[in-house]
């Protein structure tokens, strides 16, 4: 079963392939952040922090 993020939402796996050098950042800015996320959870924070501020230059 998929997780489920919230009691409204569907979830859809996605692969992905980064660079060692990408990650290492993610990594990186899970380390500073508390409670520490998991790897999924970090990527997902950091995209929409990417399209709010895309959404904001706008």
Known sequence: MRPKLDKDSTTERVQLIAPRSWLDLVEEWRA????VPNMSAAIRRLVELGL???AKRR
Do not use: G, L, T, V
């Open 52 to 54: 709010a501020a895309e």
């Open 32 to 35: 500073s952040q508390r409670p």
